[in-house]
């Protein structure tokens, strides 16, 4: 096992798979790519930010030597067998059945004139729309501030009350990459269509990406069925988890 740094090595073994590797392909940016580290065989990467580490693979082979690098606790995006690869070495928790779903329908999605585009000065509105689902536990789990400004962010405001969002997890327009998350409609106002108005819009600017992904649960069949009307197919299962040392 040895650490890797080509970075145009790492490419060309993420470009294997771009639609499982459309956040790591993201981070290869030049901005994110000091934080990143990887390990191969089975390219396994290690990445600290937002005061945290997110550990991806795309095997189960360098696992274990990734895995003495992080920040504990740390995030898993991980298929089964580096789901295993991990709980050899750590205790895994909250785990969730995931699908990554890919963008493969019509790139010439037009916008819903209701759709904003969304910058630094709607963060307070965004944080509070979000802070609508904390009862229910739906909240957006991986939203910080600093991805408006790095990304696409689009909403529906009714008064001055933002009702709806949809967003980017990450944008790498010179890696070709994008991952659509943090989408998301305020309970009181769900079945209006707000949920595919602000997706369609992010889709919208994002048409000339070459890969667009993004994370649902397995068992949200109804966001299923919405990505999938949207022109999103499903790609592959894996899992999101904590791995606590």
């Given at each position: 096992m ?43 990467m290690?990445?600290?930010?937002y ?18 690098h ?26 969730q ?41 739906e ?63 992010v ?14 649960r ?12 949207l ?7 894996f ?7």
């Amino acid at each position: 096992m040895s650490r890797l740094s080509d970075i145009g090595a790492i490419r060309a073994i993420l470009r294997r798979d771009p639609a499982w590797c459309v956040y790591a392909l993201g981070d290869l940016s030049p901005q994110m790519f000091p934080k990143t580290q990887w390990f191969t065989p089975d390219l396994t990467m290690v990445l600290k930010d937002y005061g945290t580490s997110i550990l991806f693979a795309m095997g189960a082979g360098s696992v274990p030597e990734a895995l003495e690098h992080v920040v504990w606790p740390v995030h898993l995006q991980v298929r089964a067998d580096a789901l295993d690869a991990v709980a050899q070495h750590a205790r895994v928790e909250s785990v969730q059945t995931m699908w990554r779903m890919s963008w493969t329908g019509n790139r010439a999605v037009e916008p819903d004139a209701r759709a904003v585009r969304l910058g630094d000065a709607d963060v307070p509105a965004i944080e509070r729309l979000y802070a609508d689902g904390g009862v229910t536990g739906e909240s957006p789990d991986f939203f910080y501030p600093a991805m408006v400004g790095r990304g696409v962010f689009f909403g529906v405001y009714e008064s001055s009350e933002l009702v709806a969002a949809a967003g980017t997890h990450l944008l790498s327009r010179e890696e070709g990459s994008a991952a659509i998350g943090n989408i998301y409609t305020r309970r009181d106002r769900r079945g209006l269509g707000f949920g595919r108005i602000v997706t369609s819009a992010v889709m919208h600017a994002l048409a000339e990406v070459e890969t667009v992904g993004l994370n649902v649960r397995a068992d949200n069949a109804a966001a299923i069925h919405l990505y999938q009307s949207l022109g999103f197919t499903r790609h592959c299962e894996f899992f999101e988890a904590l791995g606590q040392r």
